[in-house]
């Protein structure tokens, strides 16, 4: 059998086989407040950063929220990532 290697597999289910990225890419609202591909593109990749760092944080932390808060915590968590991403983003792309 011919296996891929690590790179092939991630490159793969990064940019062909990711249902986040291709329907976030084409989505109206994204579109419509962007003028290029390219910021597009950058919104893109800072939403599928957002929703990982997100999932990965809520799914450590799962066992220790309190039903009740659950979901508090999780919209706070997730306006914790965008406020980085958009620090990230002011720093090291002014001018997009």
């Known amino acids: 059998m011919n296996e891929d290697s690590p790179v092939q597999i991630l490159k793969r289910n990064v940019w062909y086989s990711n249902p986040i ?7 109206c ?5 962007t ?3 390219s910021n597009t593109f ?7 950063f957002v929703a990982a760092f997100t999932n990965i944080t809520v799914s450590l932390l ?8 659950r979901m508090i915590l999780q ?6 990532y965008v406020i980085i991403v958009d620090i ?8 997009k």
Do not use: C, D, H, W
Not at 29 to 33: E, G
Not at 42 to 48: A, K, P, S, Y
Not at 62 to 69: D, E, G, L, T
């Open 21 to 27: 990225f291709i329907q976030i890419l084409g989505i």
């Open 42 to 48: 950058i919104m893109t990749v800072g939403l599928m």
């Open 75 to 80: 919209t706070l968590i997730i306006a914790f």
């Open 62 to 69: 799962k066992s220790i929220i309190p039903r009740k808060v």
């Open 35 to 37: 003028n290029n591909l």
């Open 88 to 95: 990230l983003l002011r720093a090291y792309l002014p001018e």
């Open 29 to 33: 609202s994204t579109l419509a407040v």
